[in-house]
Structure formats: structure tokens, C-alpha cells
């Protein structure tokens, strides 16, 4: 299993911009795939952004496609978010996940609040 720690979070003016990162440890691997969700209150858990640890193949919600960039360093062992023109509907903790596939991830961060203000 994964361990991941997130941090980067905080309280941010609409269209402002801020970098979440995710730091890995434990069995981490190349063929892993690296995910972001969110959660607002009263929402359930959705699906922001993916890639996999290789650098193949990433992925995005509609909501945040031209807004917001998942990328990782491999020699960090860390996953990035950047995301830039939020908006107050960004407004969520975001969690950091890995998994054996887009479709399973099974190790989940603890979560960072990110809160965007109009």
C-alpha cells in the first residue's frame, strides 16, 4: 500500500491560483496511478484529475480542463495539482489517491481544505 500526505491547501480570492502536492511513500510504482478528488459539503467524493506515474495518459473532470494541471516528479515521489482561475464551486478538500488503475484506487491522503472566496 501507499502512504500519501497532501498539503498546499489553504484560502485563496476567486481567480487566484494555488498548488496542491501529495508526497508518496511505501510501494510506489511506475505502473501506479495517481489521482486528485474533492469533496464539498453535503457532495459526494468526485473525481478531479489522474495521471499515471509514468507521465502517460492524464486526465480531467470537465469542470477544472483548462484551469487546472496534474503532473508528478518521479524523483520526489510527489503528485502536484496546480490550479489557477478558481472559482468558489472549487471550494473542497481534496484528496490524493493511488491505485492500480483509473478505475481503483485504494490508498487515500488524509486531505487538504481548499477554500475559494468571491
Known sequence: QVHLVESGGGLVQ???SLRLSCAASGR??????MGWFRQSPGKEREF??????SGE???YTDSVKGRFTISRDNAKNTL???????KPEDTAVYYCAAGSSYYSFDSWGQGTQVTVSS
Open 14 to 16: 476567486a481567480g487566484g
Open 28 to 33: 510506489t510504482s511506475s505502473d501506479y496511478v
Open 48 to 53: 478531479v484529475a489522474a495521471i499515471r506515474w
Open 57 to 59: 495518459s492524464s486526465y
Open 80 to 86: 502536484y495539482l496546480q490550479m489557477n482561475s478558481l
